[in-house]
């Protein structure tokens, strides 16, 4: 009933930028914090930006001054702007988001969307 999908990932260059999109849809209450994740192949998932619903951000070191975090509530969206990228940003890329469903008893959970390949690479 709800679902979280991302998009935008793809083939870069080193150097280059890209824009991640995720939309949470169904029926939705309220959204609290969302947020980026990243994992490859061997490695734990990562933190990579969060952003609460009162525009809060918070990033890993590793993104930091690089990355930019943003959200549009109107479209239950939040997007990663990735510039200057790195080969070891190559990751498969998750969006989540704490979402109050509108049916249920009002509790909250968090949904994951099915993540999308970033590749850094010449």
């Known amino acids: 009933q709800v679902q979280v999908v991302e998009s935008g990932g793809g083939l870069v260059q080193p150097g280059g930028s890209l824009r991640l999109s995720c939309a949470a849809s169904?029926?939705?209450?309220?959204?609290?914090?969302m947020g980026w994740y990243r994992q490859t192949p061997g490695k734990e998932r990562e933190l990579v930006a969060t952003?609460?619903?009162?525009?809060?951000?918070n990033y890993a070191d590793s993104v930091a001054g690089r990355f930019s975090i943003s959200r549009d509530d109107t479209k239950n969206a939040v997007y990663l702007q990735m510039n200057n990228l790195k080969p070891e940003d190559t990751a498969v890329y998750y969006c989540n988001a704490d979402v109050r469903p509108g049916y249920g008893s009002g509790d909250w959970y968090v949904y994951w969307g099915q993540g999308t390949q970033v590749t850094v690479s010449s």
């Open positions: 952003i609460t619903a009162a525009g809060s951000t």
């Open positions: 169904g029926s939705i209450f309220a959204i609290d914090t």
